[in-house]
């Protein structure tokens, strides 16, 4: 039966039909050697649009069109660069449909979650950070050892930013990285992800069209090597944040030690939610059926390495296999749907491949755990929503970010027991806790190696709150106040008081 996927709205049609050059500064370029990608519909694998695929030296230009509008942008008042970020916060808030409609043909992921999470959370953070954008401030300091001076500091721009981000969540990682990068008075260049580059193009054609100085935000489309290491290597560009593979990661680190630049780095996780008995069960099932499977399992914070307390095993099993089995697959744009399709046809391969190294571990698929078949989903880039149980530590997928609808359930006894299972990962981003006991919960707390600790919840974001990883999941928060810190730079100043 196909799906009955809503209509395009015109301006979205339109979209695709323009012509997507880079932006650097006010112009639109190809790419220097007319090289293209193509964008394709994860739903049904059909060409959506081509765009340009930058090359070391567009990304060149981009780094210069972002280093000559540094004073430009800095130029304007503390509370223009607001009155600029937040209507543009206004402006995606009024494209709410037509931002998510384009995040379903390049993502996959259903609009009514892009409805609820990705557009709303990104108009939001915009305004948050345009009320930064007027608090930027240092300190007057008296040094200990006392004398005639005044010494003070001064909270500046790191100066340009490379912002080089993944394709789970393509608008909303844009604007973690814009929002505070932009209230600190940074310049950028976004280099969007290769399966996912047209909301961050219509996004930065949208700041243009509100006013936003030309070369304040540029866009280099292109993959990894092509467009990311370059930038990475830039020696003009002062810092890179990135959010994507771990490997990734590594290489980042290396490219930027030529100049020292600053590194911000969120590299994903394999994120644990421990169950208690003496939790509400029922609401730790729905909790953690989000945590393993929102948009298609492609998170970073997915919770998907889930330890049950045995008295509880099976009533949490039973519930939880009920909900996998009713996810109804299908194209984003049917408001039916409930689970869309992984982002290209690379990650189904890879994420096909985890759920048969799985199977053939071991472990028991008590939903799913082979291939999606149906005739009316075969051209789409489909994965059969997967849970395990019989899971043992040294398997593949208990190691692996697998980025993809499947769960794995283990059991255990004690709470130590529990909190050893939850931390034997080199990974540390986020983590589940489910259990109506305060006092173990304040046990337990401290002893969770991740930088976020869900209890009772999970997957829950706001604009005002920090949010980032442990250990192997990479260092500096998005979100609050504490993101600005990594955009500014602390320059201290003594004013010798004695002539
Ligand atoms: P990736 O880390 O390679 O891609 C993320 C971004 O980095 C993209 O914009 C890409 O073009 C860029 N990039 C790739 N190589 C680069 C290089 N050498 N220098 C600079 N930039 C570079 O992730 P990929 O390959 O798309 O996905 C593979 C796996 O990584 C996923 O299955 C998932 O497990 C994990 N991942 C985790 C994410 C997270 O949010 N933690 C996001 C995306 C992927
Ligand atoms: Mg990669």
Redesign the pocket.
Known sequence: MPTATVALLPEVARFLDTDHGLIIGADRPPASDGGLIDVFDPANGRLLTRVASATASDVDAAVAAARAALPVWNALSPADRADLLWRLGDEIAKRAEEFGQLETLDNGKPTSESGVLDVPLCASLFKYYAGWATKIEGESMTPSGGGAFHVFTRREPVGVVGA?????FPLL?AGYKLGPALAAGNTMVL?????TPLSALRLVELMLEIGFPPGVVNVVT????G???P??AHLDVDKIT????????Q??LE?SKGNMKRLSL????KSPSLIFADADIDKAIAGTFGAIYFNQG???IAGARVFVERTAYDRFVDGLGAKVAGIRLGNGLDPETTMGPVVSAE?QA??DGLIASGVAAGARAVVGGGTVSAPELADGYFVQPTLFTDVAADMEIMR?????PVGMVGVFDTEDEAIELANATPFG?ASGLWTSDVTRTHRVVPQIHAGVVWVNTYGMFDVAIPYGGFKASGYGKELGREALDPYLQTKTVWIDLGG
């Open positions: 080089i981000i993944p394709w789970n990682m280099k969007p992800a290769e399966q292109g993959d990894g090597p467009a990311g290491a930038l990475a990135f959010t994507g593979e771990n490997a990734t990661g290489k980042i490219a969120e590299l994903g996780g492609q998170c970073c990650q890879r994420v692996r970010e697998i980025f993809g981003l």
